[in-house]
């Protein structure tokens, strides 16, 4: 039997002192050996006590106060170096007359050398009808012989101008006759060059169709608007005749549909045989998946 590649026999053979003097050969790099193992003990003194921090630290201290190193010691002291940061004291400071209250003067000036109804005059044209209302009963109650009469404690500044408040209406929906549209291409109706049906609510898929097919033999029409009108990957695959055979189509706006990735890519694929088309849009497209709406 061996250990470590010793052969039992030969430890056995060997005194208490040659073992000792092995161990002393043993190197203390072997990674094989345990860290307790691979030095020799350094010491044969009996041990004082349990190990104590604080009180070893205490020692330490009281030995490096005593000791004096080399002939130029000098003794630690427990010192602030450099200049200590202190607070600056807030020093106070006279507010200086700015440009905008030197104007506010200059203003009430001159506002005090206008008459009263020239001036309601004007805060009615700004807007400011709270105003025009106070200086026109002004107005009535003072002496007109004294202009300016009545303006010592009226500020401009304490009034905001509003607007009068406009009603909201409902844009107005898409009125184009899709099959009158339909019509005049189909009878190359020279006048028709721009048809917009952007958010036109009557757009289903059989007009879109027969818009198709008026399309394809148009030579007039240049530009065609369909933005909004629902127009699907279906719808793309009908406008693939169109961007095929239609050279006279410039600009093509598809925003705002519900055109998927592969319907996006009919419409791109129809075009590397067009070479008329010169603008098309196709952002903010919106596609349903089980019910929800992605964009």
Not at 139 to 154: I, M, Q, Y
Request: aromatic share 4%.
């Amino acid at each position: 039997m061996a250990t470590n590649g010793i052969d039992d026999t030969l430890l056995e053979t060997l005194t208490t002192e040659e073992i000792g003097e092995l161990a002393e050969l043993i190197d203390p790099d072997n990674s094989c050996l345990h860290p307790s193992e691979r030095m020799p003990p350094q010491t044969t003194k009996e041990p004082t006590g349990p190990f104590q921090r604080d009180h070893l630290l205490v020692y330490l201290k009281q030995e490096a106060e005593n000791s004096k190193v080399g002939e130029d010691y000098i003794p630690y002291k427990k010192e602030i170096r450099g200049k200590v940061y202190k607070l600056k004291e807030p020093v106070e400071t006279v507010r200086k007359e700015t440009k905008k209250s030197k104007f506010a003067e200059e203003l009430d000036q001159m506002l005090s050398l206008v008459d009263q109804d020239d001036l309601a005059d004007l805060a009615s044209e700004l807007g400011l009808d709270e105003i025009s209302s106070r200086l026109q009963t002004q107005s009535a109650t003072s002496n007109k012989a004294n202009p300016g009469a009545g303006l010592v404690n009226t500020s401009v500044y304490s009034y905001r101008r509003s607007g009068s408040p406009v009603a909201y209406s409902e844009p107005d929906l898409q009125e184009t006759d899709i099959e009158e549209s339909i019509s005049c291409l189909q009878e190359l109706d020279p006048n028709l060059v721009n048809l917009n049906l952007n958010n036109h609510p009557k757009l289903d898929e059989s007009l879109f169709q027969q818009l198709c097919d008026a399309l394809v033999p148009n030579t007039y029409l240049t530009s065609l608007q369909l933005a909004g009108t629902r127009l699907g990957d279906n719808q793309a695959k009908m406008l693939v005749p169109v961007l095929k055979h239609n050279f006279t189509l410039q600009s093509l706006n598809l925003d705002s549909n519900c055109l998927t990735g592969a319907g996006v890519k009919t419409v791109l694929t129809a075009l590397q045989e067009n070479k008329s088309l010169r603008e098309i849009k196709l952002s903010n497209q919106v596609y349903m998946l089980r019910g929800l709406l992605f964009r």
